[in-house]
């Protein structure tokens, strides 16, 4: 989990040691709550955070921002979604069908 500019230690300490980042996480913050839900809304134009899970790369952001690194967001989202479709279509999930009549 650890990246040019974040580490785990960082994430534990933000997240409480959870494999998977929740916004209702009680270590979380009042402040970096409505922080990463602004990042969630530009990055997905929407301020549900879907099954209340923030995606790594959003955390990982987020903490790299509060020590000073400059983010580009959209390029941390279509990179991100570039990876995703490159997985799924590696696991098959990709491929267009055809149905026959």
Not at 41 to 67: C, D, L, M, Y
Request: glycine share 10%.
């Amino acid at each position: 989990m650890n990246n040019e500019h974040v580490t785990m230690e960082e994430c534990i300490a933000l997240f409480g040691g959870s494999r998977k980042f929740k916004l209702k996480c009680s270590k979380l913050k009042f402040e970096g709550r409505i922080a990463i839900k602004e990042i969630y809304w530009r990055e997905f134009g929407i301020s549900n955070v879907t099954n209340n899970e923030i995606p790594t790369w959003i955390v990982h952001g987020f903490i790299a921002q509060g020590k000073g690194v400059d983010i580009i967001w959209a390029k941390a989202a279509k990179s991100t979604t570039k990876k995703k479709a490159h997985r799924d279509d590696a696991k098959g999930g990709g491929r267009l069908t055809t149905m026959k009549k």
